[in-house]
């Protein structure tokens, strides 16, 4: 049986994430917790399918989460009392630096 995705991305190589699972009902109408929570489930899907932990820090060699910080969706490293590594849809853009 199949059902749609509740959330996908392409990826520049043509692969396409996909997860099940549903978003919460609770997240409402915030974008930011939309975006967390989307960053969320495909992080899940990729570390399914490749058996690695995924995104991990550059600085810290952590895994990262997707969490709320400020109104933004970021990639939060827990390392070192934690800290921002990028907004999510910015890792390895050269994006905003915590
Ligand atoms: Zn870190």
């Keep these: 049986m199949h ?3 509740a959330a996908a991305a392409a990826l520049p190589d043509g692969r396409v994430l996909s997860a099940d699972g ?3 009902p609770a997240l409402g ?3 930011a917790q939309a975006v967390a929570a989307v960053a969320a489930l ?3 899907d990729v570390m399914e399918r490749t058996w690695r932990v995924w995104p991990v820090c550059a600085a810290d060699g952590v895994g990262l989460h997707p969490v ?3 109104g933004d969706a970021v990639w939060w490293c827990a ?3 934690g800290h921002e590594a990028a907004v999510v849809g910015g890792l390895g ?5 915590a």
Excluded: C
């Design 3 to 5: 059902t749609d995705p």
């Design 93 to 97: 853009a050269g994006g905003r630096q």
């Design 29 to 31: 109408d915030d974008f």
């Design 22 to 24: 549903g978003l919460p």
């Design 68 to 70: 709320v910080r400020e």
């Design 42 to 44: 495909l992080q899940e």
């Design 79 to 81: 390392a070192g009392g």
